[in-house]
């Protein structure tokens, strides 16, 4: 029923920036939070930032001070800006999105975008 796509990945070089946009679509009432998550190879997926639509933020401590998560409440979307990138923020980063169906909340990923970060 609902469908979250990213883009604005890609390559860049270390001390740069990139905006991703996920945009959610179908039919679709209460979406609460949307996020980002990330998982780079071998690792775990980690909570980079999510956002309610009161505007309330949550932040990972190891990106609080270079990202910032917005969203547009009127269309579905959520952005994460991200800037001074690392090597180390190389990773596959995912839309998320918690949807009311119903009686209970539905989560939803993206499929996932690439950053790569080159020293």
């Known amino acids: 029923q609902v469908q979250l796509v990213e883009s604005g990945g890609g390559l860049v070089q270390a001390g740069g920036s990139l905006r991703l946009s996920c945009v959610a679509s179908?039919?679709?009432?209460?979406?609460?939070?949307m996020g980002w998550y990330r998982q780079a190879p071998g690792k775990q997926r980690e909570l980079l930032a999510d956002?309610?639509?009161?505007?309330?933020?949550n932040y990972a401590e190891s990106v609080k001070a270079r990202f910032t998560i917005s969203r547009d409440n009127a269309k579905n979307t959520v952005y994460l800006q991200m800037n001074s990138l690392k090597p180390e923020d190389t990773a596959v980063y995912y839309c998320?999105?918690?949807?009311?169906?119903?009686?209970?909340?539905?989560?939803?990923w993206g499929q996932g975008t690439q950053v790569t970060v080159s020293s």
């Open positions: 956002i309610r639509t009161s505007g309330t933020t």
């Open positions: 998320y999105a918690k949807v009311w169906v119903f009686w209970r909340w539905d989560d939803y």
């Open positions: 179908g039919a679709m009432s209460s979406i609460n939070p």
